[in-house]
């Protein structure tokens, strides 16, 4: 997940409201302790959960952590990107800002 927005808080919060959805299922929350993440962290979405599973910044962040993950042999990776005002619609205007980053 990505959120292109440079406040910590900011962009944790919009995060957070992703998060909660797969935090509350039983297979996504029993891979997330398998990861290490304790039940504190799936029922706060601490902020260690948070800036493991989603990227946020600029388009060079979300570049940068799919350079990570592509370095350590991932063949792909996918991005949902999570728009600052809300899911109104296709983040057509996020993808516009992130497809030059990402296909360089």
């Known amino acids: 997940m990505a ?3 440079d406040d910590a808080d900011q ?17 996504y929350a029993n891979n997330l302790r398998r990861l290490g993440f304790t039940d504190d962290d799936l029922t706060t979405i601490s902020d260690r959960l ?13 570049r940068t952590r799919v350079q990570q993950h592509l370095d ?5 990776v996918c991005v949902q990107v999570l728009p ?3 899911f109104n619609g296709l983040p057509l205007a996020e993808w516009g800002r992130l497809a030059p980053a990402l296909l360089a």
Not at 11 to 23: D, K, L, N, S, V
Not at 72 to 76: E, K, L, P, V, W
């Open 3 to 5: 959120v292109l927005v």
């Open 11 to 27: 962009a944790r919060e919009i995060a957070r409201g992703t998060m909660q959805i797969y935090t509350n299922l039983p297979n």
């Open 50 to 62: 948070v800036d493991a599973i989603v990227v946020w910044g600029d388009e060079g962040a979300v």
């Open 72 to 76: 350590a042999g991932a063949d792909h």
């Open 84 to 86: 600052a005002d809300g």
